[in-house]
């Protein structure tokens, strides 16, 4: 039913920046809180970046300041600028529900995010 497709990773230097973009195939975005989750290698998948139906968003001490998240429930996206990357933002990249079990289980491929030098 639901499709989550990431996108907008790839290899950057510390200090880059990257858009992230996610399409869903169906309008979730006014029915859940949405999130940014990212999940290295030898960790557990981490909530980083949430907005709700209403707007608000929340980060995590990690990212906030360096990192966006946005959406357009009329097209069914979620966005994450991401600034000033450094090498421990190096991950694979997924949306979500927050919390992630009200879809189920489900996620989508993730984007690769790499940033090195």
């Known amino acids: 039913q639901v499709q989550l497709v990431e996108s907008g990773g790839g290899l950057v230097q510390p200090g880059g920046s990257l858009r992230l973009s996610c399409a869903a195939s169906?309008?979730?975005?006014?029915?859940?809180?949405m999130g940014w989750y990212r999940q290295a290698p030898g960790k557990q998948r981490e909530l980083i970046a949430t907005v709700t139906s209403v707007g608000s968003k929340t980060y995590t001490d990690s990212v906030k300041g360096r990192f966006t998240i946005s959406r357009d429930a009329a097209r069914n996206m979620i966005y994450l600028q991401m600034n000033s990357l450094k090498p421990e933002d190096t991950a694979v990249y997924y949306c979500n529900a927050v919390p992630a079990t009200m879809l189920r289980g489900y996620w989508g491929q993730g984007t690769q995010v790499t940033v090195s030098s």
């Open positions: 169906v309008s979730i975005f006014t029915i859940y809180p």
